[in-house]
């Protein structure tokens, strides 16, 4: 139990991380912002993945999988063109890459 | 008496309020609006969530003045001057109204102000008619047109101008029509030597001045507390420099009217007297162009400073402002959050750019003299100063110090030693102006010279005297104050010289101090009879010591027959003085006040053209029309009926409407002997004699026994003027407890019925009575007390009587139900004040009508049972009734009147409810069914549920949700660390457990994927 404890609050620390370089990386040089809005958008933010994965894992199990895929990833955007898209074409690239990377070993 | 030390000034006005013959009632009207709601169904906070309307009757009851009946008919206008169509409108609209009357300097306000006092002269029988204008030369102007035009015998006015005291108060008793000043009835007022309630007429003159807390506010204020049926007519050129302004004026007399003209409105143009307005633009001359070159260039550094550190705007050198430096160092001053070391800094900066704007504003204005000697005095405070070590600015010793300045100075000395030398071209100007103007005048003209500097005004006549022109004698006219001492090095060295602690030390330099003293007054003896061998001798000295009233005096009365004939004014001259008829006005410099502007030209044209000449240089044109373009506006706006105004009394009763009677007034000799003086004081002597029957042409009809009178004066006791129908002397304490029985059905009932509460409101002290309760709180059952609470407690439970002690406290609830067992309505009251309250435990607890009407049969029969009096019951009727209509969701929530409320409570109960109760008279017109709302009811996702608890966490600042946030920055922190630090990312990840019996390949594929995508 103290184990999934550490490894939630070790977690949220790396969501943190990258929600606050993300948030640098968006906003204007001369905007601030706040721990406590920092905080919350994690927090948001870990809400949605808790979810996504929930869903994840349902849809996998649906299929009669144990492993998580691309697909499921898919299945869950499915409502969100854009961000489908977006997944789709990165993964073709990922694709590409990795058969690139194949094919030099 | 009783006692009223325990009651505040506004519970003192309220009780006097009520003998006088206005009566104000006001009406609230409010009515529920739409509120925001948070997703809580909370009422966010800070709205309004009524609105509300205000409507105030305000209506005059009959005048306790005496009238005089037979003159009631008509009105006299006196036709001895020719008839002005404008004094004519504005004398019928002064007669029932209070009126501002703003008309334009030399258009006869003191002639209007006179047609109005002989009426009220007329129309009253014994009251009192007071002028009062805020000058002496003004109230003898006054004196000379009342007398001189209406012919009201001498026999009933007064002077009380130089009056002591003890003979003002026997004057006030005798007569009638007073001329004096405001400080002189606020004092008498107050004293008690007069007494309000027999005005009937208040002239004031100049009214703009009432505002603040000048004489004429304070009493106003203080009549208005025992006597609203009187009539003012406020008399003035220049109402405000603004329309906020205007409105102080209006509200603080009272005013139901304002009568403006202009110089250019059609009936009164016809009569003005032409006025030849000349705009003269001069250019600065070459070497004051220099000068402000030059002092730009050393000031720069400094102003860059500024600019960068952000404390002044970006401008050239030439352009700093005094004005806006000065704004922006008391902006720093005032700012807590900077560092105090910077501040001063910044505070140094500003000063200096002040004291250079301050240079540029007398180099442009008022020329190379004026400036020099400023400079001067600044330059030697500061090097003395600095090097004595007592400042270290070094900003300011970097400018003052600075080579370019050193070599401008010296050219400028050297420029200025010249005597013949114009430090401005203004001066040449006014010169050429003034010996043109005096050689085509008539002899007996005049001309002032108006400036706002001392120093200037000595420039100028200086200059005009060396011309040497024997057709012009200038004088300099200034106030009392002293001239500014300028810095003294030798004494500032001194004194903040190290001092020697012994004894001799002290002798020594106690002795220094004399012998230094004793130079300074000889060389002040030499220079004033240097000053006296000189022909400006008089005005030099005068600019140096300032000039008492005496020598104003004998300046104007010189400068009035000839002796002088260029008068060259600070603002004092501007308004107030009695200068007499002037030909040509020049003005060195201009104000951006557009009344002194007016006040300066109003000076002349008055009975024949006059000339006006204005002076501009530098941006003083754009300033002057700006000025008189918002006065434009002003009167605009006042036309258009941009201010509210007070109802005032008629005093005449409504069904007299005088007519008016056109006549033309025989004068008295006497009357007339006034016409022909020209001197302020001639007039009031003589006005004074005449009135108090010392003219050798009238009989003696009283000899004063002045002796025997002032005797009888000093044992003459104060008058206190109390409201009419008070109680006085003293009441034993015993007699003001309030004697209660308890009759058989609990209720308490006075002893002494006639101490009942609603009659006698001004002593809200004998109801109030803390003995009695205190008696009744220690008896368990207290019967008062459950008259109130039975009710409520049954009604909604604790939650409900909780609130309602919350409001009512235990002696207020106890403390009402004697009155209220003798009012019945007064039983609704706190019914209506709880009617909201009600509405909003229905929230909280959703209940059904159907309930509600139970209830009602419950609680009717529990009365019913419980009290089988007659009374009472009908009480328990009417709320009854009430509480149904409420229920039916069309509850008529009476309008909540002031007048109303103060029949049945009593003023503090009063006060105390509407204080606690904002909400008294709100009116649900269609109430809205909150409690049924679904969005409450269900619970949120789980997901929607954690945010909303983080947002709320984070907006309550809960302390463990704080640490956690903390916590994980701080892992957020480290982790960003170690990775700028260049550690693999992997190498402090939290391991994450994967399961076994998955495919590798598919998730490293996503891996990898997810951390490249994350790490650009």
């Known amino acids: 139990m103290d184990e999934e404890k550490r490894l939630k609050s070790q977690l949220r620390g790396k969501l943190w991380f990258y929600v606050e370089s993300i948030i640098k990386r968006e906003l204007l040089d001369d905007v601030k912002y706040t721990p406590k809005y920092v905080n919350t958008l994690t927090e948001l933010v870990y809400q949605q993945i808790c979810e996504v994965g929930g869903d994840l894992e349902a849809f996998a199990q649906h299929a009669g999988r144990s492993v998580i895929t691309s697909e499921d990833m898919l299945l869950r955007t499915r409502k969100n063109k854009d961000l489908q898209d977006f997944l789709k074409l990165r993964l073709m690239e990922l694709r590409d890459a990795k058969e690139g990377r194949q094919s030099k070993r | ?1016």
């Open chain 2, 1 to 1016: 008496m009783a006692d009223l030390s325990d009651l505040s000034d506004e519970d003192l006005e309220s009780l006097l309020e009520n003998n006088v013959n206005r009566s104000v009632n006001e009406t609230v009207t409010r009515r529920s609006i739409p509120v925001q709601r948070d997703l809580f169904m909370n009422v966010l906070p800070n709205q309004r969530t009524f609105y509300e309307e205000t409507h105030v009757d305000v209506k005059y009851g009959p005048t306790h003045h005496q009238l005089n009946e037979e003159n009631l008919h008509e009105y006299i206008y006196p036709t001895n001057y020719e008839v002005r169509q404008y004094q004519y409108d504005i004398v019928r609209c002064a007669l029932f109204e209070n009126v501002l009357c703003a008309i334009p300097t030399g258009t006869g306000k003191t002639f209007i102000a006179s047609t109005v006092m002989l009426n009220y002269y007329r129309w009253t029988k014994t009251s009192k008619i007071i002028f009062t204008a805020p000058t002496r030369p003004l109230v003898a102007q006054q004196i000379k047109a009342c007398l001189g035009i209406t012919g009201i015998p001498y026999s009933d006015t007064a002077i009380l101008l130089d009056k002591s005291r003890k003979n003002r108060e026997e004057i006030w008793q005798q007569k009638r029509v007073f001329f004096t000043t405001p400080q002189v009835v606020e004092n008498d007022l107050k004293r008690g030597v007069l007494n309000p309630k027999d005005v009937v007429l208040l002239v004031i003159d100049e009214a703009h001045r009432a505002r603040g807390n000048y004489a004429y506010v304070e009493l106003t204020k203080f009549i208005d507390r025992f006597n609203t049926s009187y009539r003012l007519l406020a008399l003035t050129a220049t109402p405000a420099a603004d329309l906020q302004g205007v409105q102080e004026v209006v509200n603080n007399l009272h005013i139901s009217k304002v009568e403006l003209r202009t110089e250019d409105s059609l009936d009164v143009a016809r009569y003005m007297m032409n006025r030849d307005r000349e705009m003269v633009e001069i250019e600065l001359i070459p070497e004051i162009e220099e000068v402000i070159e030059q002092i730009g260039i050393a000031i720069a550094p400094v102003l860059q400073e500024a600019i960068q550190l952000g404390i002044y705007d970006n401008c050239e050198p030439h352009q700093i402002n005094a004005f806006v430096a000065m704004q922006q160092s008391q902006k720093i001053i005032l700012n807590p959050s900077l560092p105090e070391g910077l501040k001063w800094k910044n505070f140094f900066i500003l000063q200096l750019l002040s004291q250079v704007g301050h240079m540029y504003r007398r180099l442009r204005i008022y020329g190379l003299r004026a400036f020099y000697n400023y400079f001067q005095n600044k330059y030697t405070e500061f090097t003395t100063k600095y090097t004595m070590k007592k400042s270290t600015n070094k900003t300011a010793a970097n400018f003052y110090y600075s080579p370019i300045l050193k070599t401008v100075i010296d050219k400028c000395k050297q420029q200025l030693e010249d005597p013949d030398f114009h430090g401005h071209e203004k001066l040449t100007y006014l010169n050429n102006e003034l010996r043109d103007f005096f050689v085509l005048a008539r002899p007996d003209s005049r001309a002032i010279i108006f400036t706002e500097l001392r120093e200037s005004a000595l420039e100028i006549v200086k200059s005009i005297d060396i011309i040497n022109d024997s057709a012009l004698r200038p004088h300099i006219f200034i106030g009392q104050a002293k001239g500014k001492e300028q810095f003294d090095e030798e004494t500032y060295v001194r004194k903040n010289k190290p001092k020697g602690r012994s004894k001799a030390d002290r002798l020594r330099r106690i002795e220094e101090e004399k012998r230094v003293e004793e130079e300074k007054k000889k060389q002040k003896e030499q220079a004033k009879l240097d000053r006296t061998a000189r022909r400006t001798g008089s005005s030099e000295e005068a600019q140096l010591s300032g000039m008492n009233q005496k020598q104003q005096k004998t300046v104007i009365s010189d400068f009035k027959k000839g002796i002088y004939n260029v008068l060259v004014c600070t603002s004092i001259g501007e308004e107030g003085l009695d200068i007499g008829e002037v030909d040509l006005i020049i003005c060195f410099d201009s104000t951006s006040s557009p009344i002194k502007n007016i006040q300066r030209m109003g000076r002349t044209g008055r009975k024949r053209d006059g000339r006006i000449v204005l002076l501009f240089s530098g941006n003083e044109k754009f300033k002057f029309e700006q000025a008189m373009n918002d006065y434009g506006n002003l009167q605009n706006a006042i036309t258009h009926d941009a201010l509210e105004y007070t109802k005032s009394d008629r005093i005449l009763p409504a069904n007299y409407t005088p007519q008016c009677k056109e006549k033309f007034i025989i004068i008295s000799n006497e009357n007339d002997e006034v016409n022909r003086l020209e001197d302020s004081d001639e007039v009031i002597k003589y006005a004074t004699q005449a009135m108090l029957g010392k003219l050798k042409t009238k009989n003696k009809k009283e000899p004063k026994p002045k002796k025997t009178s002032a005797k009888a004066k000093k044992a003459s006791e104060k008058t206190f003027f109390m409201p009419d129908n008070v109680n006085e002397g003293f009441t034993s304490a015993s007699s003001m407890l309030n004697k209660y029985t308890i009759n058989e059905f609990g209720e308490k009932v006075n002893v002494d019925p006639s101490v009942s509460v609603s009659e006698k409101i001004i002593k809200p002290k004998k109801e109030w009575n803390m003995l009695d309760e205190i008696e009744y709180d220690s008896v368990e059952i207290s019967p008062a007390k459950s008259q109130v609470e039975e009710p409520s407690q049954a009604k909604k439970g604790d939650a409900l009587q909780q609130l309602q002690q919350g409001i009512l406290t235990p002696d207020e609830t106890t403390n009402h139900i004697p009155s209220a067992s003798q009012n019945s309505s007064v039983q609704t009251e706190p019914r209506t004040v709880l009617e909201p309250i009600l509405k909003k435990l229905k929230l909280s607890h959703p209940e059904n009508d159907a309930d509600n009407h139970d209830y009602t049969a419950l609680s009717k029969s529990d009365s019913a049972s419980l009290e089988p009096s007659t009374e009472p019951q009908k009480i328990r009727q009417k709320r009854h009734e009430r509480e149904k209509e409420f229920d039916n969701g069309f509850e008529l929530a009476p309008v909540f009147t002031a007048a109303d409320s103060s029949q049945l409570l009593t003023n503090q109960e009063q006060k105390y409810f509407l204080k606690k109760y904002v909400p008294d008279t709100v009116q649900w017109s269609i109430a809205p069914d909150l409690f049924r709302a679904k969005t409450s009811k269900i619970p949120h996702v789980v997901k929607i549920d954690t945010i909303l608890k983080t947002f709320q966490d984070m907006h309550a600042n809960t302390r463990e949700k704080i640490i956690e946030m903390n916590r994980t920055n701080a892992l957020a922190r480290s982790m960003g660390y170690n990775r700028s630090v260049g550690m693999e990312l992997e190498v402090m990840l939290p391991s994450i457990i994967v399961p076994t019996s998955t495919n590798p390949a598919d998730l490293l594929e996503d891996e990898d994927g997810l951390s490249d995508f994350l790490s650009d």
